[in-house]
């Protein structure tokens, strides 16, 4: 059975994470940490559902989140973007959406994140218990082992860009086998995260899309890029063909938005 | 420590650690609908609760995390012993079958419609999209969310849920309340997890994590010696008695291929040890301290491994037969390996253990290379079909019990009698020491005709004395419950230019897993389900099944059938193309109608001599008209974006009705003392209706409302006997010895009332309502009871009735869809899709229409989702709801209907056929179909990905 712990603030949640750092997990939402009941004797849970801010402000282009939102809370809110609803919505569980919240997800690090890829595109950026913050990008590739910092706000700078977001699965609910979301900044960004590889910015092929229109450059290049392995979603080199024709797809689509502009 | 929370309303200091999984916390404080169906997964939501007014799974937080808030269960919806709107709602719509997740859905829809009494149905899929039900294909949830909705404004508010049909009857065919639908609406005590005391010991399965080994050293030592270890048992102390475990009518054609615990693993996940304990705690730590040593071998996976001459042998054991043993059996018996055990057959059914072959059977009818050279198109092709688990909600359950010195299991079981058979003999025991209560069953599938738990559970309760309850998780549902078998179907095909069809050869290959259970009939079912849908004078078949070591196989709705329609009408729509005529034509031109003579069944007994048979009654052509309409077959549809492409499909189906002169059913009905009715009926009520059927047909026989009988159903002490309910076989065959029960004491009512009236029986007739009704004067069931019951009279009236026949009765059907194809990412997305189906009467025609959706749902998910999938060593890769992929509310097709074709069968009871299992045999040939309308490309493998659908268009290599 877990040991729970409901510390008073958010230092003393991090205090005691850091004593035992392998055995500890911090309990918001729940659905990752008491998914399957396993953790249940492996693990002691620090409460911090009620520390973690919830709100969720918009102002003008830039939309704050506060870690402790859930995917509903994104969904049911007016000035949350359709595209960020709609990463919401790929948990097509209501129930799984009323639980889940953003930190959680995002501290989580899965390969099937519902919000990392749509995130990385917007150019998220992620702030800490103890003020400190920085790019999404930053705190997956290094801080992706775990430090006991709490995630307490996600901000997206500017909210409205325009973005290219898919997820490809067999049924709605079941593992996708991989998710891809591309944005139009001031830069092309694009995302892939696939079964089997952790999600990943593809420099390289914002890089070309800038220079180039050439649909199969792009899948070509996709497919070169990502090194997903076959499991349960399917093979590997299906998800590498799905990843190239759908950042290409995506890629032509934000072009056009680009002219339109 | 004490952790304060609102529960329904009401302010509760629970005493529980903290950390404790907050499902597990509540059932244990009585709220026993917030139940567990897939072990803290999140996905199925039979654990759904509210916490402050909003969806949570309750297994997927701890007990803190509801300290101060308010949780809200389904046993709140109730007000005092009133329904609540939502509760009756869905009730009067039809959800309400098998039941285990409608408290839970009653949850939502409440939660929903409080949020928006407007809701729309987009807004019902959002509210169910976080439980699974496989039973009913959520379709009639939109009924039961228009009933909310209307009755929320005016609660007198109703409207025709379902077509009736037969006014000459007042309740076949009718839509009336499921005889149990309120206490499964309710969450009241129901299943099996309800009737365990607080003292009864768990039991826990050690399981093998090898596919294929000898067991060479167990040492349970340090578990025994484990403080709270009640019992543990192997091998090397279990009964040596064989057995099979498949729940079929004595003698079984499959084989007794298995001790309780043996020697050799077949499979990962086979039994290794049983630890019987006082908690589920010290049951896992007991497990954690037994040492296995194995001698590894090598697994086999598949049929072509399976059937290579030089491939590892799973049953190189002692072969026995009771009847028919071949002559050379000692000299077959020379090399067995004791530490393989035995397999008894009752008779021969074609194997060669030694070399995997678990069963055989050739056939057929004319000849087949005469038909063939009068042919001018010959095609033939080959199609798979993958493992896939039945995943009822309710997971394997079972508690068993002594009760003086008799062993009492309470069983979520299709059959009740052949649990009690299969348990005494392996236990060692007579039948009279054993009873079998069938509580509600939280959705079977067939999964539950096997006896895959009780028997282990059974005989730790006799040895020890003690109660045991055992449940399996949701892992061990997909590594150690019976799945359909692998099959690989060769169908070919030969026709003459007009499309008549010359000759039809079907091959099945398939693989029954680590044991027997069902290994002939399930294959054998696949050309006996599909061949008689096509007349032809030449037909041929064989089938051969294969042990491997894969999880288990055995009985799914629907048998072998929805692999062998795949086959033999994917075969159809392929050799439609190959003569370039229309597919519909080609069927129109083939099938079946009502007084043809079906021949191939002269060959097609399942494990006994067969007989040709007639149709006597058939809709196929009304289902194919209708059908036609619907989907507007002749025109084509295109889309407006060039990657995807529309195409349409179809396919006819058939199935039976129990299994005439092998199934047996009993019933009695008395009159009891104010004239109100007691029936006792054998039959197994799943969840689909048998025994309101069986109320119905009763009431209906003797003239009053349902509520003037109750029905006992399924107790093997209390009711008379029945095979059980699978093979299509509840209406048909339960449900007749009720009616023919009804009939018996209507001899003898009218016998008494002729009595009471000085009036000759044959001027007498039984009138609604409740009374017999002469020249002169009549009398109403209350007086006949009291006359009858008064001490001078004829004692208490009691009808009685053994139903078997010879006769077969056939349901059919036509399955129509439209998909469109996406031929860029591969996904197939179901635009439209109508099952057109005839069970003769349909005696509850909202719970049949439930029973096709459910059907149709649960077969896309086979052909497009689903798919148990195992590495090179044989272990499960996806053993949870989620990564094996079942269909959601949010899976459903865009336009989903069903429709029941209306036929009259003659022998049927106020003909009626069945309906369960043939609606799971069109989705996948009309999904084949489709595909290929739209994209050009045959799939000829479970399931229609994407990266098959990519393949085979060739986007990538």
């Not at chain 1, 055995?23 to 399957?36: K, P, S």
């Not at chain 2, 098998?98 to 987009?122: C, H, K, Q, V, W």
């Not at chain 2, 059996?329 to 253990?353: C, M, T, W």
């Not at chain 2, 399955?815 to 469109?820: I, R």
Request: hydrophobic fraction near 40%; glycine fraction near 8%; charged fraction near 25%.
């Amino acid at each position: 059975m877990m040991n729970v712990l409901i510390p008073g603030s958010l230092d003393e949640a991090v205090m005691h994470y850091r004593k035992d750092p392998q055995h500890t997990r911090y309990l918001a939402g729940g659905t990752q940490v008491n998914r399957l009941g396993r953790s249940q004797s492996l693990y002691q849970g620090v409460l911090i559902s009620s520390l973690v801010d919830a709100d969720i402000i918009r102002e003008d282009k830039r939309l704050t989140i506060g870690a402790g939102a859930t995917l509903q809370d994104l969904v049911d809110h007016a000035q949350v973007p359709e595209s960020l609803k709609r990463a919401c919505l790929f948990a097509q569980s209501r129930t799984l959406r009323c639980m889940a919240t953003v930190g959680g997800n995002i501290a989580s690090v899965r390969d099937d994140s519902y919000l990392l890829p749509l995130l990385g595109a917007l150019n998220g950026e992620v702030q800490f218990h103890d003020g400190e913050s920085m790019a999404l990008d930053i705190y997956l590739g290094e801080r992706r082992e775990p430090s006991g910092s709490i995630i307490t706000r996600v901000v997206i700078p500017d909210c409205t860009i325009p973005v290219f977001l898919e997820r490809a699965s067999r049924s709605s609910q079941t593992k996708p086998a991989l998710t891809v979301a591309c944005s139009l900044g001031d830069q092309f960004r694009v995302y892939c995260s696939a079964a089997g590889q952790f999600m990943r910015r593809l420099q390289e092929v914002e890089q070309l899309a800038e220079q180039s229109a050439d649909d199969q450059r792009i899948i070509s290049l996709v497919q070169r890029t990502i090194h997903p392995a076959d499991d349960i979603t399917g093979t590997g080199r299906y998800k590498q063909y799905l990843a190239g024709v759908l950042i290409a797809q995506g890629l032509q689509e934000l072009k056009g938005k680009r002219k339109e502009v | 420590m004490a952790v304060g929370l609102r529960i329904n309303g009401i302010y509760k200091r629970l005493h529980a650690d903290p950390g404790e999984n907050l499902q597990r916390v509540l059932q244990r404080e009585g709220y026993r609908s917030v139940r567990n169906s897939d072990d803290g997964e999140g996905f199925a939501g039979s654990d759904t609760i509210l916490v402050d007014g909003r969806p949570a799974y309750a297994s997927l937080m701890v007990l803190a995390q509801a300290a101060d808030r308010d949780v809200v269960t389904p046993e709140a919806l109730l007000e005092g012993r009133r329904l609540s709107v939502v509760q009756q709602s869905m009730i009067d719509a039809g959800v309400v079958q098998s039941g285990y997740n409608i408290p839970a859905a009653a949850l939502l829809l409440t939660e929903l419609f409080d949020r928006n009494p407007e809701a729309t149905d987009e807004d019902v899929i959002d509210a169910l999209s976080g439980i699974f039900i496989r039973d009913i294909g959520y379709v009639q949830f939109f009924t039961a969310a228009e009933l909310i909705r209307q009755r929320l404004k005016d609660p007198s508010y109703t409207t025709e849920v379902a077509p009736e049909f037969r006014d000459d009857l007042r309740q076949v065919g009718k839509v009336r309340e499921k005889v149990d639908a309120r206490k499964l609406v309710t969450g009241m005590k129901a299943y099996v997890e309800d009737m365990k005391d607080a003292d009864a010991c768990v039991l826990k399965m050690l399981r093998s994590p090898h596919a294929h080994a000898y067991i060479t050293s167990i040492d349970v030592s340090q578990a025994e010696a484990l403080p709270g270890v009640v019992m543990v048992i192997t091998h090397e102390n279990c009964p040596d008695r064989y057995y099979g475990q498949a729940g079929q009518g004595f003698p079984e054609p499959s084989p007794y291929d298995r001790r309780m615990f043996n020697q050799k693993v077949r499979h990962a996940g086979d039994r290794v040890a049983a630890v019987v304990a006082e908690d589920e705690d010290i049951a896992d730590e007991a497990i954690s301290l037994i040492r296995v040593a194995y001698e590894v071998l090598k697994p086999v996976l598949t049929i072509a491994e399976a059937s290579d001459e030089a491939a590892p042998i799973l049953h190189n054991s002692v072969v026995e037969y009771v009847s028919g043993a071949p002559d050379d059996l000692e000299s077959y018996n020379r090399h067995a390996d004791p530490r393989d055990g035995k397999v008894i057959y009752q008779f021969p059914i074609g194997a060669d253990p030694h070399r995997n072959l678990a069963a055989s059977v050739s056939g057929g009818i004319g000849s087949i290379e005469k038909g063939f050279s009068e042919s001018d198109v010959v095609i033939e092709r080959t199609y798979a079909s993958s493992q896939v688990q039945c995943t009822p909600l309710e997971t394997h359950t079972v508690y068993t019990r002594m009760e003086d010195n008799r062993l009492v299991i309470h069983a979520s079981t299709q059959v009740p009698w052949h649990l009690r058979r299969i348990v005494a003999s392996a236990l060692g025991i007579s039948e009279n020491r054993v009873r079998v209560i069938k509580e509600r069953v939280g959705g079977g599938y067939g999964s539950k005709q096997d006896i895959l738990l009780e028997d282990v559970a059974a005989y730790a309760t006799y040895c020890t004395g003690r109660s045991v309850f055992f449940r399996f998780t949701r892992e061990e549902e997909f590594i150690a419950n019976s799945t359909r078998h692998v099959m690989d179907i060769t169908v070919k095909l030969g026709a003459a230019k007009d499309g008549k069809l010359k000759a039809m050869n079907m091959h099945v290959q398939a693989l029954t897993g680590p044991y027997g259970n069902h290994c002939l009939t399930v294959p054998m079912n696949a050309c006996s389900k599909s061949l008689p849908l096509l007349l032809c004078e030449h037909v041929h078949f064989d089938v051969e099944t294969y042990y491997a070591t894969i999880p288990p196989t055995g009985a799914y709705q629907g048998y072998g059938a929805p692999k062998g329609s795949f086959a033999l009408m994917s075969a159809m729509a392929e050799l439609a193309d190959e003569l370039g005529m229309d597919y519909l034509e080609l069927i129109e031109k083939n099938h079946v109608r009502t007084g043809d003579m079906l021949d191939i069944l002269k060959c097609l007994g399942e494990g006994r001599e067969g007989a040709a048979v007639p149709v006597e009654s058939c809709g196929l052509e009304q289902a194919l008209q209708r059908g036609k309409e619907l989907i507007r077959w002749d025109e084509h549809v295109t889309s407006d974006d060039p990657d995807i492409k529309i195409g349409k499909g179809f396919a006819i189906i058939q199935q039976g009705s129990g299994l005439p002169g092998l199934d047996h059913s009993c019933a009695d009905i008395r009159m009891l003392a104010d004239g109100s009715f007691m029936l006792h009926s054998g039959g197994a009520d799943l969840g689909t209706g048998l025994d309101t059927v069986s109320v119905k047909f009763a009431s209906e026989v003797l003239c009053v409302e349902m509520d003037q009988v109750a029905i006992l159903s399924g107790d093997t002490d209390n009711t008379p006997f029945d095979t059980g309910a699978y093979a299509s076989s509840g209406t048909y065959f339960s449900g007749s010895a009720s009616m023919l029960a009804a009939k018996d004491i209507r001899t003898k009512i009218i016998s008494a009332a002729s009595e009471m009236l000085q009036e000759p029986e044959d001027h007498l007739e039984l009138v609604y309502p409740g009374m017999v009704k002469g020249g002169k004067n009549s009398v109403s069931y209350l007086d006949i009871a009291r006359y009858t019951q008064s001490g001078t009279g004829r004692g208490e009236l009691m009808g009685y009735a053994s139903f078997t026949t010879e006769k077969f009765s056939f349901p059919y059907g036509a399955h129509f869809c439209q998909v469109a194809v996406n031929t860029r990412t591969g996904k197939v997305k179901i635009q439209k899709y109508y099952a057109l189906q005839d069970c003769g009467t349909p005696v509850n025609p909202d719970l049949a229409l439930g029973q096709i959706y459910g059907g149709v749902l649960k077969t896309i998910g086979h052909s497009l989702y689903e798919q148990l999938q195992l590495d090179k060593q044989g272990i499960c890769l996806n053993a949870n709801l989620r990564d094996y992929g079942v269909p959601m509310v949010t899976d459903l097709p865009d336009v989903f209907a069903a429709e029941l074709m209306y036929t009259d069968d003659p022998h049927g009871p106020y003909g009626a056929k069945s309906i369960s299992e043939v609606s799971c045999n069109g989705a996948s040939p009309a999904l084949f179909a489709a595909i290929h309308d739209a994209a050009g490309i045959w799939i000829r493998s479970w399931p229609f990905t994407p990266e098959k659908i990519l393949r085979e268009l060739k986007r990538f290599s």
